[in-house]
């Protein structure tokens, strides 16, 4: 039997989602909003049930640590979508390697809370009676450790048939991320057992974790149609409604994404799911549960006319998350900017890329330095006559130097200007 002789690769550039370049743009704005939304949304839901002695409940513990997985695993993909949007769409094997294993923990655990989120509704409306003894601090735990132990288990299986995997060259990923079957289409060695794998370890879960739910359902539908009030019934049908949108919106993309074998999988079918999935759910779940769950509003009407100091952590809490958020993207940026120079051979070529760069930074330190004094520290620490002095600063002095700073150290915008003066002279 020959042996082939294939280049084996360190590292994989992912195609993205599309190669139109007019749609770079438009989209970095798009899943920057989403992906700042989806942390500002689920921080403040996890603060929120935290700080709210009512929402010290099994459903809400269940809810907070749903909020913690989905800022989990929409990190793994957002900021690395937006660095392929930006054209810096090379990622390492290890890094291909790591993306997929903390994909496959998250997205597994987000199922298994879904399913013990809807156990925790049939004892609550189906035998209320006996639900604090149910549903006790030591079964919750259980139920939590047991959806993280699913997670571990089924990524482990599926990033160990991975790593036995060769990859060859070409090395391009037609995905923005490193998604079991995009990797597998560029394996050079058999990949039959990990397609069995996958159909599998996904079809088991995933069946499971929904006939859990659904029989769990049956039975709230079936006690709830017993109920005679029809205020009662629709009051325990409303404690529902926002776990089943949850539900709807979580197995509907991901049964569409992994539950076909690979010889039927449609990679364009797959981005759109993957997105859906992977950054709008995440960002939906905390607007469902607040926008369709009355206890959760009525625990932010109390914190509106509470102690202002739970306002000011909340406050503290989601300007650090904007903030961070785009300086991280600001940082990452740079770093791969200066990877870039620094393979420049020329001086002057490395000094040309460093002074393009050169007036946007110091807007950057001086616009984020103005903010991050201003707002990342809760109110009690402020003083009047020093806010004044800075919101004058980043209102009126800011804008005024902006231009200033483009002026006067950008070399094209001043040898504009020459030309529009010579212009001026010229035609007079």
């Not at 704005?29 to 500002?40: D, E, G, N, R, S």
């Not at 959806?147 to 299986?157: A, K, P, Q, R």
């Not at 058999?190 to 794998?197: G, K, Q, S, T, Y």
């Amino acid at each position: 039997m020959a042996v082939k002789n294939y280049t084996m690769v360190s590292e994989f550039i992912l195609l993205g989602l599309t190669d139109h370049l007019d749609l770079q743009v438009p989209l970095f704005v798009l899943f920057l909003v989403i992906y700042v939304l989806t942390l500002a949304g689920n921080m403040g839901m996890i603060v929120l049930i935290r700080i709210s002695p009512q929402l010290h409940t099994p459903m809400y513990f269940f809810l907070s640590n749903l909020s913690l997985v989905d800022i989990c695993y929409s990190s793994i993909f957002a900021p690395r979508l937006l660095m392929n949007l930006a054209q810096f769409k090379t990622i390492s094997y290890a890094g291909c390697i790591t993306q997929h294993c903390f994909f496959v923990v998250f997205v597994t655990t987000e199922g298994f809370l879904l399913a013990a989120m809807a156990y925790d509704r049939y004892v609550a409306i189906c035998s209320p009676l006996l639900y604090t003894a149910v549903m006790t601090k030591r079964v919750c735990i259980y139920l939590l450790g047991g959806s993280y132990l699913g997670g571990l288990l089924n990524s482990f299986t599926h990033t160990s048939g991975l790593l036995i995997l060769s990859f060859c060259v070409p090395n391009t990923v037609n995905h923005f991320f490193c998604d079991t079957p995009a990797m597998l289409q560029v394996a050079c060695s058999d990949v039959h057992i990990n397609e069995l794998l996958l159909v599998i370890f996904s079809g088991v879960i995933a069946l499971s974790t929904l006939l859990i739910i659904i029989i769990s359902y049956l039975c709230i539908l079936t006690t709830v149609l017993k109920i005679h009030s029809a205020e009662s019934r629709y009051k325990a049908f409303s404690t529902c409604a926002s776990h089943l949108t949850a539900v709807t919106l979580f197995y509907g993309p991901v049964s569409l994404s992994h539950l076909q074998p690979g010889s039927m999988y449609s990679q364009e079918q797959e981005k759109i799911s993957a997105v859906f999935y992977t950054l709008v759910v995440p960002m939906l779940n905390p607007l469902v549960y607040s926008l369709r769950n009355k206890e959760v509003k009525d625990a932010l009407k109390r914190l509106s006319c509470s102690d202002i100091h739970n306002t000011d952590i909340v406050h503290f809490i989601l300007s650090s998350i904007v903030v961070m958020s785009t300086i991280i993207i600001v940082i990452v940026s740079y770093v791969y900017i200066l990877t870039t120079i620094l393979k420049i051979r020329s001086a002057e070529g490395r000094r040309k890329a460093f002074s393009t760069c050169g007036s946007h930074l110091v807007a950057v330190t001086i616009f984020y330095g103005t903010l991050i004094f201003m707002y990342l520290r809760p109110t009690s620490g402020y003083t009047t006559d020093q806010d004044k002095v800075i919101s004058v600063f980043y209102t009126l002095v800011i804008p005024m130097l902006n231009p200033l700073i483009y002026s006067l150290r950008n070399k094209e915008v001043k040898e504009a200007l020459k030309r529009l003066v010579n212009r001026k002279i010229f035609s007079q």
